[in-house]
């Protein structure tokens, strides 16, 4: 997995930013949500799979439907892993463990993919929903800028 080099595209513990509740989410966005397995919790992850596709991660590549997605050149030295040495079982977007979302479900991954916890890992979803999925409905809202700290001040969309 790469160290992501360019700090300008991700969000920090410490970052406070803005977020828009009325924007759509689209791929590679940044948005908050509810976390499906305790809706008292939120976090914060990157979009990779919208309602409807189904997300394989291979090689540190993300697939959708079969095709490779060629993320923006801001996040382009972001690899993600489907494998690792503590993890026992499969995760969610593997080869062996495709993630088929259904028409109103979200896959988010986080940026520092061998920490992050999340739509690979997630053991229970929302009821209804898959548990490795994101409902529409847990969705908070779109992180636009970063404001604070202003060494960090950025729009993301």
């Known amino acids: 997995i790469t160290p992501v080099t360019d700090h ?24 908050v949500f509810r976390f499906p397995e305790d809706p008292s919790i939120y976090h914060v ?10 997300i394989i991660i291979k090689d540190g590549q993300i ?6 997605l060629i993320p923006p050149d801001a996040i382009r030295g972001i690899k993600y892993s489907s494998q690792f ?37 997630w ?7 898959n548990s490795f999925a994101v409902p529409e409905s847990y969705l908070d809202g779109v992180v ?5 700290p202003l060494s960090r001040l950025r729009t993301f969309r």
Request: charged share 25%.
């Open 85 to 121: 040495s503590w993890k026992t079982t499969d995760i969610w977007g593997s080869p062996d463990r495709p993630a088929k979302l259904a028409y109103d479900e979200y896959f988010v991954l986080g940026d520092f993919s061998e920490q992050s916890e999340d739509s690979r890992f």
């Open 144 to 148: 636009t800028h970063i404001y604070y």
């Open 45 to 54: 992850k990157r979009v990779v799979g919208l309602p409807g596709e189904e």
């Open 8 to 31: 300008n595209n991700v969000l920090f513990d410490t970052d406070h930013f803005l977020v828009a509740k009325f924007l759509k989410p689209r791929r590679w966005d940044i948005v």
């Open 63 to 68: 697939m959708v439907n079969n095709k490779i």
């Open 123 to 129: 053991q229970h979803g929302a009821p209804g929903h």
